[in-house]
């Protein structure tokens, strides 16, 4: 009988020549592996020495799970109906501890989340507190920042109201002083014919009759 591997390609051994060669391999208490059972597969079967080492180290490890699992299923058999229930009691027992341990661990982890959660939205909410927290300070800052913008166009624009007012009594400073200069030219000119009159008149005072 030969099998087929997942390749397609038949192999040149079969799964109970494998198991043969590793009952004898156990008998000779050699480490079953391909250095011990493909030798007693060419010996006694007259197998290529060039078969593939990975796929005969592959059919290896399966047969010796296959072998493993039914030497168990054939000791369960071998025990007695006492044992059978006796192992039956402990492992309903086992399970039963291990479903307290798991409950417990479970509930204990679950406690755990939920505290972290909590922490987690206590933080979140504190963050959040924050934000708004500095939002109204910012909105506070923006307040008094155009608060000053407006009183310093205010006082921009008093400041030019003053300049103007001062412009304009410098203005009318200098055209008093004009003026005042022209009436002091226009009095002595004044002064000055009236001087001339009075001279021209003592110049022409009438001779008494002899």
Do not use: W
């Amino acid at each position: 009988m030969t099998n087929k591997n997942k390749g397609g390609r038949p192999k040149s051994y079969s799964d109970a020549q494998v198991d043969y060669a590793i009952e004898q391999a156990e008998k000779q208490d050699l480490p079953v592996g391909v250095e011990t059972v493909k030798p007693i597969l060419c010996t006694e079967f007259g197998i290529s020495s060039g078969i593939n080492g990975q796929s005969l180290e592959k059919a290896i490890l399966e047969r010796v799970e296959v072998r493993a699992d039914q030497n168990a299923r054939d000791l369960l058999e071998k025990l007695p109906t006492e044992a059978m229930d006796a192992a039956g009691e402990i492992s309903e027992q086992f399970r039963h501890s291990l479903v307290g341990f798991l409950a417990q661990t479970f509930e204990g982890l679950r406690t755990e989340a939920g505290a972290k959660e909590a922490a987690k939205e206590e933080d979140l909410r504190n963050t959040r507190a924050r934000v708004r927290d500095l939002e109204a300070e910012l909105a506070t800052r923006d307040q008094a920042i155009a608060a000053l913008e407006v009183n310093a166009e205010g006082l921009q624009e008093k400041l030019a109201a003053k300049t103007q007012e001062v412009a304009n009594l410098r203005a009318q400073i200098e055209q008093q002083s004009r003026d005042a200069v022209q009436t002091d030219m226009v009095m002595e000119m004044v002064k000055e014919a009236v001087a001339g009159a009075i001279n021209d008149t003592d110049g022409q005072k009438p001779t008494k009759p002899n």
